[in-house]
């Protein structure tokens, strides 16, 4: 079986959620998408307490992240424009496919973003960072891929629409 290991980026609440889910849910996930979806490393700031992680996960590091062959998915969840963009890029400049929730970055820097996501072939997906999760954006990027989608319209929170209209003018 396929492992799949996973380097975390920020264990504030996010963070730390997204965690204890990825090891309370593995067989879950296994049974689901037939892969062994692990976390491997965590990187956060130093003096933090990680009781609830073996000191071997916690970095405080990115170069451990991005540079461990094991990881092939960096989920960042530091938030802000920086060091966020450069940890974003540096990561799928390695090849590592990323997972953000961050919509400042998304709505400011998404183009640049997904130009070298394009150019190392691989992914990065957005979409906690907009319409609240709801996995509307795969839907359209992969399922109604040939419809030709000109508009969505729908109510959603203030930061969704503030993030969706600066993608809309970038």
């Not at 689901?32 to 979806?37: H, P, S």
């Not at 190392?120 to 954006?137: C, D, K, N, Q, Y």
């Not at 795969?138 to 729908?154: C, D, P, W």
């Amino acid at each position: 079986m396929e492992r799949i290991g996973v380097g975390l980026l920020g264990y504030g609440t996010v963070g730390s959620g997204v965690g204890k889910l990825l090891r309370q849910s593995a067989g879950e996930i296994q049974l689901a998408t037939g892969k062994d979806v692990y976390l491997r490393r965590v990187c956060e700031i130093p003096g933090f307490s990680h009781s609830d992680l073996g000191p071997a996960l916690v970095t405080s590091s990115f170069d451990d992240i991005v540079g461990d062959p094991e990881i092939q998915i960096v989920v960042e969840l530091i938030g802000g424009i920086h060091p966020a963009l450069e940890f974003q890029t540096a990561a799928l400049k390695a090849g590592k496919n990323v997972v953000t929730a961050n919509k400042q970055l998304i709505s400011q820097h998404g183009h640049e973003l997904f130009e070298a996501a394009e150019i190392t072939h691989t992914h990065l997906r957005f979409e906690a960072s907009a319409v609240g999760a709801v996995p509307v954006i795969k839907v359209l990027r992969e399922s109604l891929a040939a419809a030709q989608v000109q508009r969505i319209f729908g109510i959603v929170n203030g930061t969704t629409n503030y993030v969706l209209s600066a993608m809309t003018y970038t």
